[in-house]
């Protein structure tokens, strides 16, 4: 019975402190990647909008510009998106993106999974760029050892030609 009751508290006292923490930093760590001055990617416009309410100069530019942007923060000069279980995503630029879709991939994880289950597994580690979709697939479809041990279609190069026979077994 004692053993019971113990098993009920620590239970109870684990469950709770741990679904009310928020990630804030991802789980791999990047090198330190230096930033061109000048060169723009995908979170210039957000990050100048977040930071300072500059908009694009075109109206439904600008409006895209201010509901995109509802879905990312930025925090300690760094861009985070707002996942859809109020996970922190740290965004990426694309020299950053194929570090880590290389990290995943064939790194400490090892495991050469396909598109699919290598996204899941980025946005899992806490990271996010708008054409993850895309970069994954293409990763994977360049991967020697992907290649190498992929499965084999079976399906044959042409189609079947019926044949036509007079009588049975002819």
């Known amino acids: 019975m004692e053993a019971d009751a113990l098993a009920k508290v620590a239970s109870t006292k684990g469950s709770v402190n741990e679904l ?22 995908w979170m210039t416009p957000i990050v100048a909008y ?13 409006r895209k510009l201010r509901i995109r942007s509802a879905k990312y923060v930025l925090i300690d000069e760094v861009l985070y998106k707002i996942g859809f279980s109020r996970l922190y995503l740290r965004c990426l630029a694309p020299t950053e993106a194929n570090y ?11 495991n ?5 289950a290598l996204v899941y597994k980025v946005i899992c580690v806490g990271y996010y760029w708008p054409t993850i979709w895309a970069d994954a697939k293409a990763f994977v ?24 026979a007079s009588w049975p077994f002819a």
């Open 20 to 41: 009310d923490e928020v990630q804030y930093m991802p789980r791999i760590d990047l090198p330190e990647v230096q930033q061109i001055k000048g060169k723009e990617n």
């Open 50 to 62: 977040l930071r300072g309410g500059r908009l694009l100069e075109e109206r439904d530019e600008a």
């Open 100 to 110: 880590v879709l290389k990290e995943v991939h064939e790194g400490a994880y090892e």
């Open 112 to 116: 050469h999974s396909r598109a699919r």
């Open 141 to 164: 479809k360049v991967c020697d050892q992907c290649q190498r041990f992929s499965n084999i279609p079976r399906q044959p190069s042409e189609y079947l030609t019926p044949m036509v």
